[in-house]
């Protein structure tokens, strides 16, 4: 018996016993709330023998997802600490178009949000660079998405220019970021090819690194693979579970070490690594707002800048920090 409330929910069974017939009768389907009241196009499956995850992308985002999940089945296969896929009965694919979407069916993990402890600092380092190991042998094809690009400084002027006629605080913040940006770009150079190239995983924060416990996390979303600079990936991540509390940094960046060993230089230019992510992430938002008229991510300019110029102010302070 399928226990359905709404037509929504109709759907997703009937896509469920379409792609997985395997997968018994299904108790309940309930949709994963984004944040409290709103939706996310993700289900919770109950079946009479165990939980499932149901993701669910528009058919027109089929070739990223694709990408993504023979990735994730790929690291999935080596031991890393990633959520199980399941092919669907009729073709062995895992991925099935129905109803103007593209769906798959995974493992749903018994996992909690970052609490905040210095345990789950650690195993969010060791997950992401267990998993960076594995993808370091990936031999797939990984597409060019450059969401998070470099700035030039033909953009800067460019968005000077358009930022000096308005006077709320947006524009303002643009105009100001616009002036630093060239002066900290003529105090400190960026060091070139210090940290090795490889397929990782972008976007390493604690919405997609959950717990099991507080020693093992699962790292989830694979949209995010890319080829980069290391320590790009890991200085990101490192920032969003540690912030800027010494302590915290040494820690994530020792317990990453210890799986994936680090250059010294590499340790040494962390807080650039962070100022150059923060500032690939600035320009994601700047273009949204002056190139696709999206303005619905302009509140967080201030954290970006915030953090960005925080990590310039820490650039000499992690060098012994395997010491």
Same mark, same amino acid.
């Given at each position: 018996?399928?226990?359905?409330?709404?037509?929504?929910?109709?759907?997703?069974?009937h896509?469920?016993?379409?792609?997985?017939?395997?997968?018994?009768?299904?108790d309940?389907?309930?949709?994963v709330?984004?944040?409290p009241?709103?939706?996310s196009?993700?289900f919770i499956?109950?079946?009479?023998?165990?939980?499932y995850?149901?993701?669910?992308?528009?058919?027109?985002e089929?070739?990223?997802?694709?990408?993504?999940?023979?990735?994730?089945?790929?690291c999935y296969q080596?031991k890393?600490s990633v959520?199980?896929?399941?092919?669907?009965?009729?073709?062995?694919?895992?991925?099935?178009?129905? @109803? /103007?979407c593209?769906? =798959?069916?995974?493992e #749903? $993990?018994?996992? !909690?949000?970052?609490?905040?402890?210095?345990?789950?600092?650690?195993a969010?380092?060791?997950?992401?660079a267990r998993?960076?190991?594995?993808?370091?042998?990936? @031999? /797939?094809?990984?597409? =060019?998405?450059?969401? #998070? $690009?470099?700035l !030039?400084?033909?953009?800067?002027?460019?968005?000077e220019?358009?930022?000096?006629?308005?006077?709320?605080?947006?524009?303002?913040?643009?105009?100001?970021?616009?002036?630093?940006?060239?002066k900290m770009?003529?105090?400190?150079?960026?060091p070139?090819?210090?940290s090795?190239?490889?397929?990782l995983?972008q976007?390493?924060h604690?919405?997609?690194?959950?717990f099991?416990?507080?020693?093992q996390?699962?790292?989830?979303?694979?949209?995010?693979?890319?080829?980069?600079?290391?320590?790009?990936?890991?200085?990101f991540s490192c920032?969003?579970?540690?912030?800027?509390?010494?302590y915290?940094?040494?820690a994530?960046?020792?317990?990453?070490?210890?799986v994936?060993?680090?250059?010294p230089?590499?340790i040494?230019?962390?807080?650039?690594?962070?100022?150059?992510?923060c500032?690939?992430?600035?320009?994601?938002?700047?273009?949204?707002?002056?190139?696709?008229?999206?303005?619905?991510?302009?509140?967080e300019?201030?954290?970006?800048l915030?953090?960005w110029?925080?990590a310039m102010d820490?650039r000499?302070?992690?060098?012994?920090?395997?010491?």
């Amino acid at each position: 018996m399928i226990f359905c409330k709404t037509q929504l929910q109709e759907k997703t069974a009937h896509t469920l016993h379409r792609g997985w017939k395997e997968i018994g009768r299904i108790d309940s389907i309930k949709p994963v709330e984004r944040e409290p009241g709103v939706h996310s196009s993700n289900f919770i499956i109950e079946t009479e023998y165990r939980r499932y995850l149901l993701k669910a992308v528009s058919e027109e985002e089929i070739a990223p997802l694709q990408e993504a999940v023979q990735i994730q089945d790929y690291c999935y296969q080596r031991k890393a600490s990633v959520p199980r896929l399941f092919p669907r009965t009729d073709n062995g694919e895992w991925i099935l178009c129905n @109803n /103007g979407c593209a769906w =798959v069916l995974m493992e #749903y $993990c018994e996992v !909690s949000p970052f609490q905040g402890k210095l345990t789950e600092v650690q195993a969010a380092a060791d997950a992401l660079a267990r998993l960076h190991t594995v993808l370091r042998g990936y @031999n /797939g094809s990984i597409a =060019v998405r450059p969401r #998070y $690009c470099d700035l !030039s400084i033909d953009e800067i002027q460019k968005f000077e220019r358009a930022s000096c006629e308005n006077s709320d605080t947006f524009h303002q913040q643009v105009v100001q970021f616009c002036k630093d940006w060239q002066k900290m770009m003529e105090q400190c150079r960026y060091p070139q090819r210090c940290s090795p190239t490889q397929p990782l995983h972008q976007d390493g924060h604690p919405g997609n690194v959950l717990f099991r416990s507080q020693d093992q996390a699962v790292i989830f979303d694979f949209a995010h693979i890319l080829n980069h600079e290391r320590m790009l990936a890991i200085a990101f991540s490192c920032h969003r579970f540690a912030g800027f509390d010494a302590y915290a940094v040494r820690a994530y960046l020792r317990a990453y070490h210890a799986v994936d060993p680090l250059l010294p230089e590499e340790i040494a230019a962390y807080p650039l690594f962070l100022a150059k992510e923060c500032l690939r992430r600035i320009h994601f938002l700047l273009r949204l707002h002056f190139f696709d008229g999206d303005s619905s991510w302009n509140f967080e300019m201030e954290r970006k800048l915030s953090v960005w110029r925080e990590a310039m102010d820490h650039r000499d302070q992690y060098g012994e920090v395997l010491t």
